[in-house]
């Protein structure tokens, strides 16, 4: 199975995982947030795995912008709902292998992983 690396084009972090993917030969497909959104089930997925807490990136300026109202009683649902609403919310990035994610860009993980 060729990878999959989910993020937005002009993150950094996202950026600095396809450059190591690339300097290490690794095949991959990079699914875009900004133009192809995130399916719902998928997104699901990748929180039952990981947890929402993992998954909802709160340090971006995305979810700072938003409403109290919006960042108060947080959960698994009222997080996923944001996070599909607003895909830029997502942490960035995350490498589906198939079997497992990879939740954001670790030099050493990406090494474990494809040594």
């Known amino acids: ?5 989910y993020g ?6 996202a950026r600095k ?9 690794v095949d991959y497909v990079f699914h875009d947030y900004k133009k192809a959104g995130i399916d719902p089930v ?11 807490e993992a998954v909802l990136n709160r340090a971006g300026t ?11 009683g947080l959960n698994r649902d ?7 609403a607003q895909p ?3 942490k960035r ?7 497992r994610r990879l939740v954001g860009f670790k030099p050493e993980l990406y090494s474990q992983v494809f040594s």
């Not at 937005?8 to 972090?13: A, Q």
């Not at 995982?17 to 030969?25: F, I, N, P």
């Not at 998928?42 to 929402?52: A, K, T």
């Open 17 to 25: 995982a396809r450059v190591w993917l690339e300097q290490h030969g």
């Open 62 to 72: 995305t979810f700072k912008k938003l409403p109290d109202s919006d960042k108060a």
């Open 93 to 99: 990035p995350i490498l589906d292998l198939g079997d």
């Open 78 to 84: 009222k997080a996923v709902a944001l996070m599909i």
């Open 42 to 52: 998928r997104l699901g997925g990748w929180v039952d795995e990981h947890g929402w």
């Open 1 to 5: 199975m060729t990878p999959t690396l």
């Open 88 to 90: 830029s919310m997502i």
């Open 8 to 13: 937005i084009p002009n993150c950094d972090t």
